[in-house]
């Protein structure tokens, strides 16, 4: 088992993939995919999640967002029942671990597509006229600053300042503040007898003032066109992808009878599981996520049973001056154990915003989560089809290594079909709490 986890590890690499769900539920499950190589941790429920996917590059060269392609991933799952596994202990991965693959394909979709080049252009052209101006200002900055050391204050370099804060309406309001300072250190400071070559002054008096009020107007005309866009033009990503895997259970099952020893009365049992699914995802401009899937999956009742620990004592007969014993204790689980196909209907929204809501370059975000999950059991002998309704809320980055956290709280039984039965699906209502460890992060797709 561990040779076949660790080769699908290499073989993913190998394809350089990333990525990994904006948010989950509390059993690490999402019907929504986005590129980056994550690793998930369940602290409250002892689960871990590791998953990876990302689109193939075509002819050699990286994906454009707006282009056609395959998707191509990779996920490994860990859960530790009740304490009686150990997740990575002395080597295994878990007691319950499973492994999924997954093939799409994605297209991009708008509603007028010369507004988008249009947008594309002006975005273009904005970002070289901001790049412009942040240059100028830079200088600028730097320029005053050695005007107000009045160690480098000369004659003709203040008389160029007052004609400069003279002209420039755009930095006005800001030196006026400095202005009697500046006058003052002009008026103070010692006249040197010695040419001009202040290096700041030489790299701002190659601009031209007017010409960065012009490309201040022009910035903001071009801002406003493109606000005016915007509120028109529509776009989405669009996926479809099957996601399949296998899993496997490695725990103790106590028989309940009469025995003698210790390996008749505890049995070691394996079980092995399968899962097919088929889902849609819609990503509506930057923030708005839909995500539906169906889902045959095989699997069993393990988290439904409990554990129990049981303590084996041995005396030695041969001591005649007293009772001495040694004992071993053995935990097993104990109940019916129960094995079915499990068919489940999901669906997730999800809501994404920046941290920092003024700041449109913020690399961190905060998703909002609601999802649903219908599930309908086939030969099984306890569970009856049940409604899973809850929300997740997460905190993701889209810069590399990075950890973030999130929380979902769900009812697992939605209209009680169940609520009579004793410990069936666990807890009414479960809290998830998860630790993420980005190592690529998570890129959102964009126009």
Do not use: C
């Not at 052209?125 to 900055?141: H, M, T, V």
């Amino acid at each position: 088992m561990k040779k076949l986890i660790f080769t699908i590890l290499i073989v993913l690499f190998l394809f350089e993939v990333k990525g990994q769900s904006l948010s989950q539920d509390s059993e690490g499950y999402s019907t929504i995919i986005l590129p980056s190589t994550n690793f998930n941790l369940d602290v409250a429920d002892k689960k871990a999640n590791f998953n990876i996917s990302s689109y193939l590059n075509k002819k050699g060269e990286k994906l454009k967002s707006t282009q056609a392609g395959w998707l191509i991933g990779g996920e490994i799952n860990a859960e530790v029942e009740n304490e009686i596994g150990s997740l990575f202990s002395g080597g295994d991965i878990a007691s319950n671990a499973e492994i999924n693959i997954l093939f799409g394909r994605k297209w991009f979709g708008e509603n007028v597509p010369e507004l988008g080049e249009k947008l594309k252009k002006l975005r273009k052209g904005r970002k070289n006229l901001q790049n412009e101006i942040a240059l100028f200002n830079d200088r600028y900055d730097a320029f005053l600053k050695d005007l107000l050391d009045n160690n480098k204050i000369d004659f003709k370099l203040s008389k160029m300042v007052q004609f400069y804060v003279s002209t420039t309406d755009e930095n006005r309001e800001i030196l006026d503040k400095k202005l009697d300072s500046i006058q003052k250190g002009i008026a103070n400071g010692t006249i040197l007898d010695r040419e001009i070559s202040n290096d700041s002054y030489d790299k701002i008096k190659k601009y031209n003032i007017k010409e960065h009020q012009n490309n201040i107007k022009k910035n903001r005309v071009i801002s406003d066109s493109i606000n005016v866009l915007e509120k028109t033009y529509r776009f989405s990503f669009k996926k479809l992808f099957i996601r399949s895997g296998i899993s496997g259970t490695n725990f103790r099952y106590d028989l309940g009878q009469d025995s003698t020893t210790v390996d008749s009365r505890f049995e070691k049992r394996n079980f092995e599981g399968w899962n097919l699914e088929v889902g849609y995802n819609i990503q509506y401009m930057q923030d708005h996520f839909f995500g539906w899937s169906y889902e045959i999956r095989k699997t069993n009742n393990l988290s439904d049973l409990k554990e129990r620990e049981y303590t084996l004592t041995k005396v030695d007969p041969t001591v005649t001056d007293g009772t001495f014993s040694n004992s071993t204790n053995v935990k097993a689980f104990s109940g019916t154990f129960d094995s079915f196909n499990r068919h489940s209907l999901n669906f997730d929204y999800i809501w994404v915003t920046p941290i920092k809501k003024d700041d449109k370059n913020s690399n961190t975000f905060l998703s909002l989560n609601p999802y649903f999950r219908h599930r309908i059991y086939d030969n099984s002998l306890k569970f009856r089809n049940n409604t899973v309704l809850g929300i997740a809320l997460n905190v993701f980055n889209s810069e590399k290594q990075k950890i973030m956290g999130g929380i979902s709280i769900q009812t697992n039984d939605l209209f009680g079909v169940h609520a009579k039965d004793e410990s069936v699906l666990g807890d009414r209502i479960s809290i998830g709490l998860v630790a993420k460890f980005s190592f690529s992060g998570i890129k959102l797709d964009d126009k």
